[in-house]
């Protein structure tokens, strides 16, 4: 009889990892961009391949440790920038040949169990999910915004339906003490309506902390503008996914730059509009059940990918204005 293989929980796996090499062909060289170093797994697997090159990009400091093992390893052939991926576009990238942007908008195991970031409900620490280069904190956000900016935020960025009854709740609560990490998630408890057996009370609501405390919607929307921006014609963007906000931005980018036609504006005049980008399906591809039982976290992936058409720099889109609502929500932290 075949032993089961027990997944290692405290390992890091770089989720979709044999796909997205399959789609970026790094074996032919060039540039690639890794816009989520982290634990550096799509990085090392691309270095495997003696042309290519890559430029890693991770706004969490303690992911300099990894990098500079990898540097070492790699030395000529590695870069990593300490910068959240919105600034993309300040690397001045316009001559280099960039065949593949990858974003894997996961958290890995390392960050979540980390009690100084403050991502779980299940560890105890301060109430902080900060992912570096960041202006404050899910505490401020907590113990400052008024009830209905944070019933925005829950419900908008996590889809919670007991937003405006928690909010309230943490508004009534916050007035004799300070919300910590263990007193929001009894309030969480205690405010919902319906328990799902599935998935723990709090998830949404953490969730939608971590995406406002990051500002990770008009970061992923400057990331997929900026990588637009760098890559090569017939270069790859590639994003992996986690759950479905993130989700539906990649695919609205993705599907108006395949199917809507439009032009870069330094174009000469007359040019006829084409699609910018090819998108391959219109399905994400997702994790096969061999890789689902070896890292459970990747049930939820889901990977989408587009190839550019043509060579170009500037270009128009209308994602900002699409996105416009949960901007403006993210920009209530500029009371914080």
Same mark, same amino acid.
């Given at each position: 009889? +075949?032993?089961?293989?027990?997944?290692?929980?405290?390992?890091?796996?770089?989720?979709?990892?044999?796909?997205?090499?399959?789609?970026?062909?790094?074996?032919?060289?060039?540039?690639?961009?890794?816009?989520?170093?982290?634990?550096?797994?799509?990085?090392?697997?691309?270095?495997?391949?003696?042309?290519?090159?890559?430029?890693?990009?991770?706004?969490?400091?303690?992911?300099?440790?990894?990098?500079?093992?990898?540097?070492?390893?790699?030395?000529?052939?590695?870069?990593?920038?300490?910068?959240?991926?919105?600034?993309?576009?300040?690397?001045?990238?316009?001559?280099?040949?960039?065949?593949?942007?990858?974003?894997?908008?996961?958290?890995?195991?390392?960050?979540?169990?980390?009690?100084?970031?403050?991502?779980?409900?299940?560890?105890?620490?301060?109430?902080?999910?900060?992912?570096?280069?960041?202006?404050?904190?899910?505490?401020?956000?907590?113990?400052?915004?008024?009830? +209905?900016?944070?019933?925005?935020?829950?419900?908008?960025?996590?889809?919670?339906?007991?937003?405006?009854?928690?909010?309230?709740?943490?508004?009534?609560?916050?007035?004799?003490?300070?919300?910590?990490?263990?007193?929001?998630?009894?309030?969480?408890?205690?405010?919902?309506?319906?328990?799902?057996?599935?998935?723990?009370?709090?998830?949404?609501?953490?969730?939608?902390?971590?995406?406002?405390?990051?500002?990770?919607?008009?970061?992923?929307?400057?990331?997929?503008?900026?990588?637009?921006?760098?890559?090569?014609?017939?270069?790859?963007?590639?994003?992996?996914?986690?759950?479905?906000?993130?989700?539906?931005?990649?695919?609205?980018?993705?599907?108006?730059?395949?199917?809507?036609?439009?032009?870069?504006?330094?174009?000469? +005049?007359?040019?006829?509009?084409?699609?910018?980008?090819?998108?391959?399906?219109?399905?994400?591809?997702?994790?096969?059940?061999?890789?689902?039982?070896?890292?459970?976290?990747?049930?939820?992936? +889901?990977?989408?990918?587009?190839?550019?058409?043509?060579?170009?720099?500037?270009?128009?889109?209308?994602?900002?204005?699409?996105?416009?609502?949960?901007?403006?929500?993210?920009?209530?932290?500029?009371?914080?």
């Amino acid at each position: 009889m +075949k032993a089961t293989k027990i997944p290692d929980v405290k390992k890091h796996y770089p989720v979709l990892l044999s796909e997205i090499i399959s789609i970026i062909n790094p074996q032919y060289g060039d540039t690639f961009i890794d816009c989520t170093f982290g634990q550096g797994g799509y990085t090392k697997r691309i270095l495997k391949f003696k042309k290519a090159k890559v430029i890693a990009l991770d706004r969490d400091l303690e992911s300099l440790e990894k990098a500079n093992e990898v540097q070492k390893e790699f030395k000529e052939r590695f870069l990593f920038k300490n910068i959240k991926f919105s600034e993309l576009n300040n690397l001045k990238l316009k001559n280099e040949n960039i065949k593949g942007v990858i974003f894997d908008l996961g958290y890995s195991y390392t960050q979540i169990k980390d009690p100084k970031k403050g991502l779980s409900f299940e560890t105890i620490g301060e109430l902080n999910m900060k992912m570096g280069i960041n202006d404050f904190s899910a505490k401020e956000t907590i113990n400052n915004l008024d009830e +209905k900016e944070l019933s925005q935020i829950f419900k908008y960025f996590g889809d919670e339906k007991d937003s405006n009854r928690i909010a309230h709740n943490i508004v009534e609560d916050r007035a004799t003490r300070e919300i910590t990490t263990e007193e929001l998630v009894r309030i969480i408890n205690s405010s919902k309506r319906k328990k799902n057996q599935k998935t723990h009370s709090a998830t949404k609501v953490f969730q939608a902390l971590r995406i406002f405390v990051n500002k990770e919607v008009s970061e992923l929307i400057y990331g997929l503008i900026g990588a637009a921006k760098v890559v090569k014609k017939d270069g790859v963007i590639a994003v992996v996914t986690f759950h479905s906000l993130e989700d539906k931005i990649v695919k609205y980018f993705f599907k108006s730059l395949s199917e809507n036609k439009s032009v870069s504006r330094y174009m000469p +005049k007359g040019e006829e509009k084409i699609n910018l980008f090819k998108s391959v399906s219109k399905k994400p591809i997702v994790p096969s059940e061999k890789e689902i039982k070896e890292n459970t976290p990747s049930r939820s992936a +889901k990977l989408r990918y587009v190839i550019k058409k043509e060579n170009f720099y500037d270009f128009e889109t209308d994602i900002i204005e699409k996105f416009d609502h949960l901007i403006k929500i993210e920009d209530f932290s500029k009371k914080l």
